[in-house]
């Protein structure tokens, strides 16, 4: 039920990609060039606003936007995604820079580069597919929340002051009082009048896609009738030159790796999460897999650079991903258009970029939470068993209180121990009776740590009779645990003086039990499988030799 509402949410963003979608035609080109410009516009506020939220310089959130995205796009693991800035990793930045800087920051920011490097080298990418699919659905739907609430911001009142948590006073997008009366009603308007544009153009045609046809439009009514609503440069001015080569300001000592070393693996792990995450989200709509490792590091070299050309790094933005598929972007082209494209923004159109308003990429962004939120969930809720519905709501709750990484991590481990908790409610036996008065106890269900004690609880060492056969057909036994208690029941039949038989263990299991080695009884039809147990347990900890 759950991969049937995934599938159908990525149904309503595009349908997934043919063949003829990657071939570079020139009505192909003219579709990844305008999705690209469209994922551009829509960088330049989200750049800006989670340069504010880091405590840092508005072009450092640009050049990071620029120099993720297009790394990214030419090397990322799937075509289609945009990287860049996001807000999950500069509220794990603003501290640093409050303490240390923006010179730590840049050092930062390469470490966390080479920790991604790293994660893909050593391909752990890979664990993402330990994600279950309530932890999927509640991300998706905690994502949309995110999303919409971050568009709140835009209808403070331009250019309030504010008091900081340092005391510094400056120009707000966060903590300013909100529009009321007539501004907020036309800023409403326009909102709706975008939303309504991208929902009115796809019906009329698809020359263009329709979120730049929203832009456009809304943007030259504002400028040709000089509304009075708040615009892209009321945030700040996004004029610059192009990044310089700059290699960070610390020292180079022990002293600055222990402070910028807890840092790196945070903003390193949330940016992998997150990038995963839209790896697979993005995959279910192009109907595309693989491709973690490549991202890994690609988003890794991303960073790497981005720290010595003064951007504060960034990982796969899920909403402008998002915006990138319903334009119709399905190959490198568009990031890479959306990347130079916010480039000329900086270097050549700045005037033009911050004339438009704000309430256009407002309503593009609410499109998104629209296209983004599993609305069927609500029916999925009553359906799913108990501890998934839980995990839903509880992934969506933790996405909105704290950040998408953590809310991933929580899911991941309840879904964990849900799972093993039900699995060591499995463990039985059917007993019956064999031959020459001997007692069979043929095992139910897998023998691992949460089961291991419901598998001794099955046993009577002392009222049972001489011969004792445990027959392991229907079950299967898991890691070092499990030795364990086999062995531990081996010892407790061997002390009443009565004999166990062990039938229908893997080779694996015989070689590494210790006291009930030797009363497995070998058979052709015995399985062939192996533990989850390390090293040291193969070389013989498990039996003390």
Request: hydrophobic letters at 55%; charged letters at 15%; proline letters at 5%.
């Amino acid at each position: 039920m759950i991969r049937t509402t995934l599938s159908s949410f990525a149904d309503r963003i595009a349908s997934p990609a043919s063949e003829s979608d990657y071939s570079f035609t020139p009505n192909r080109i003219k579709i990844e060039i305008l999705s690209g410009l469209t994922v551009a516009l829509a960088l330049v506020p989200e750049a800006v606003a989670f340069a504010f939220v880091a405590g840092v310089d508005p072009l450092v959130g640009l050049y990071a936007a620029f120099i993720v995205g297009l790394i990214t796009a030419v090397f990322g693991g799937r075509p289609g995604m945009i990287s860049g800035a996001t807000g999950a990793l500069a509220v794990v930045m603003v501290a640093l820079v409050a303490q240390h800087g923006v010179e730590y920051l840049f050092a930062t920011v390469v470490v966390m580069g080479i920790l991604q490097i790293l994660a893909g080298v050593f391909h752990l990418g890979k664990f993402i597919r330990l994600v279950p699919h309530p932890v999927m659905l509640g991300f998706v739907n905690g994502l949309a929340i995110v999303i919409f609430l971050a568009q709140l911001s835009q209808f403070h009142v331009p250019g309030a002051e504010h008091v900081t948590a340092e005391g510094a006073h400056g120009p707000s997008i966060f903590n300013a009082p909100y529009m009321t009366g007539a501004p907020l009603m036309m800023m409403l308007g326009l909102v709706a009048l975008t939303m309504a544009i991208i929902w009115g153009t796809p019906k009329v045609t698809k020359f263009i896609p329709a979120p730049l046809a929203g832009i456009g439009i809304v943007a030259l009514l504002v400028i040709v009738f000089k509304i009075d609503v708040p615009r892209v440069g009321d945030l700040a001015s996004i004029e610059g030159g192009l990044p310089k080569f700059h290699i960070p300001m610390v020292p180079l000592n022990l002293e600055t790796l222990k402070i910028i070393m807890p840092y790196a693996v945070i903003l390193a792990a949330i940016g992998l999460i997150e990038s995963l995450l839209t790896l697979n989200l993005v995959g279910r709509i192009v109907n595309k897999r693989g491709g973690a490792s490549q991202e890994c590091m690609a988003q890794g070299a991303s960073n790497l650079v981005t720290g010595f050309f003064g951007g504060m790094g960034g990982c796969a933005m899920i909403g402008q991903s998002m915006i990138n598929v319903k334009s119709g972007g399905r190959t490198r082209l568009a990031g890479i258009a959306s990347a130079l494209f916010l480039l000329s923004f900086i270097l050549f159109a700045s005037p033009l970029i911050e004339q438009i308003p704000l309430a256009a990429l407002v309503g593009v962004m609410f499109m998104v939470v629209i296209g983004t939120f599993a609305w069927q969930s609500f029916a999925i809720l009553r359906k799913v068993p108990l501890m998934d519905a839980f995990v839903i709501i509880l992934v969506t709750v933790v996405t909105v209180w704290h950040d998408l990484a953590v809310a991933v991590v929580v899911g991941v481990i309840v879904s964990a121990l849900t799972y093993a908790w039900n699995n060591a409610r499995r463990i039985d036996a059917h007993i019956r009776d064999g031959k020459n008065g001997a007692k069979v106890y043929e095992i139910e269900g897998p023998l691992f740590f949460g089961s291991a004690e419901g598998f001794e609880e099955l046993f009577d060492p002392m009222n049972d009779p001489d011969l004792v056969v445990v027959d392991f057909a229907n079950s299967r036994v898991v890691d070092q645990s499990a030795l364990q208690a086999i062995d531990a029941l081996a010892e407790s039949y061997t002390q009443q003086g009565k004999t166990l038989q062990l039938r229908h263990l893997s080779k694996e299991c015989h070689r590494l039990l210790n006291k009930a080695g030797q009363l497995i009884v070998d058979s052709d039809d015995d399985p062939d499988y192996e533990l989850a147990v390390d090293y040291g347990v193969r070389k013989g900890v498990l039996g003390g030799h």
